[in-house]
């Protein structure tokens, strides 16, 4: 038990470090073929911090412990709204832009949509993962497009990350390989601990993937809302949580269906997924109304968002204690 656990923590140290460079990496890389900062942010940027999701979500389903990749893209998303936009609102308002709540606020009502079509009847199967994976696709060619009319016409109302680090043509191709092992390996250590522990306290693969899991694969998305802080640019925060959860709504349970079909827990169905939903529209309502003409996350309402993840963290712990997990 004492070796599960410490391959649960050092799974998910690496894989937090993995994917941080292999995001610089692959950033640098995609500079040196003279790649736009536009598209790294929201191609790559949006990828690699999801890029732990997808891997576990991967390495669970070749393990035949699926309930830990929907647990993990569900509870990753709820970590992303209540948790890292909740905290971060507390610390500074979030502002957003017209052009975001037009945009990509729409293109994730409608990924949470499919993606609640797709699980609702307990089966993923290939061609749902192929319709997720084609949605993402779109929304991605959608986005790249729009973001590069408004470049050139002189707009910047929509979170664009900035590429500032400089990296040699070798040192980037050596980060992006290490850090794709680096994520391979942890994912799978990660995977191998978590089903360990579940196994042996009688606990619900799904509940340690909403859970323990979630919050430590959530943890880039978490790093990069800090790190918008720190750089006074706030409205990146709320810009990386959309873009992340677009990746876990139609990515990280689209990628693993692609390579098997397989059951979803109905306790996935009926009390994570109505949560995930749940949050999306409330995020969209909150930035929403009232009108104004400054649209801004306030401390109130990243209290609530907060608020809410918690009361659903507690109702888990009373889940698991009672036996109904």
Excluded at 265 to 280: C, F, H
Aim: net charge neutral; aromatic share 8%; glycine share 10%.
């Amino acid at each position: 038990m004492l070796l599960s656990f410490g391959a649960l923590m050092a799974g998910l140290l690496i894989l937090v470090w993995s994917a941080n460079h292999f995001v610089n990496g692959a950033s640098a890389l995609a500079k040196h073929f003279g790649v736009s900062s536009l598209i790294i942010g929201i191609t790559i940027i949006g990828f690699g911090t999801s890029a732990p999701e997808i891997l576990v979500s991967v390495v669970s389903v070749l393990e035949e412990t699926p309930d830990i990749a929907i647990g993990n893209a569900l509870g990753s998303n709820i970590a992303n709204i209540g948790l890292i936009l909740g905290v971060t609102a507390l610390i500074v308002p979030l502002s957003v832009g017209k052009g975001m709540l037009r945009r990509e606020f729409p293109l994730l009502l409608i990924a949470t949509g499919i993606m609640i079509w797709c699980l609702y009847d307990g089966v993923l199967t290939r061609i749902e993962g192929g319709l997720l994976l084609v949605t993402l696709l779109a929304m991605l060619w959608f986005l790249v497009n729009s973001h590069r009319q408004k470049a050139a016409q002189g707009e910047k109302d929509s979170p664009i990350a900035k590429i500032s680090h400089e990296m040699s043509y070798k040192a980037a191709i050596s980060w992006v390989v290490l850090g794709l092992i680096f994520l391979v390996g942890s994912s799978k250590l990660l995977v191998w601990g978590a089903t360990n522990i579940a196994h042996a306290f009688g606990i619900s693969e799904l509940i340690i993937g909403l859970t323990i899991i979630a919050l430590g694969t959530s943890l880039p998305e978490l790093a990069a809302s800090l790190a918008s802080l720190k750089k006074q640019e706030p409205d990146l925060a709320i810009g990386n949580v959309i873009g992340s959860n677009l990746f876990n709504s139609l990515a990280v349970i689209g990628i693993p269906s692609i390579i098997t079909s397989f059951h979803i827990d109905a306790a996935a169905i009926t009390r994570d997924l109505p949560v995930v939903t749940g949050l999306t529209v409330l995020l969209f309502v909150m930035v929403r109304f009232p009108q104004s003409s400054s649209l801004k996350i306030t401390r109130a309402k990243g209290f609530c968002l907060l608020a809410c993840f918690v009361i659903y963290q507690l109702y888990l712990y009373y889940s698991v204690t009672t036996g109904n997990a």
